[in-house]
């Protein structure tokens, strides 16, 4: 795997699976989708 291959896989994972998945204290223990949804309301 190159080098630009594995930035992607990384960025993606970070991205698409991390950042939907934890939950920050700073924001109440709330995903970032929950997070965005109750204060777009």
């Given at each position: 795997m190159d080098r630009e291959t594995m930035r992607q896989h990384v960025f993606?994972?970070?991205e698409v699976d991390y950042n939907k998945t934890r939950w920050p204290n700073t924001q109440?223990?709330?995903s970032p989708e929950s997070f965005e949804l109750k204060n777009s309301a």
């Open positions: 993606e994972y970070i109440g223990y709330l």
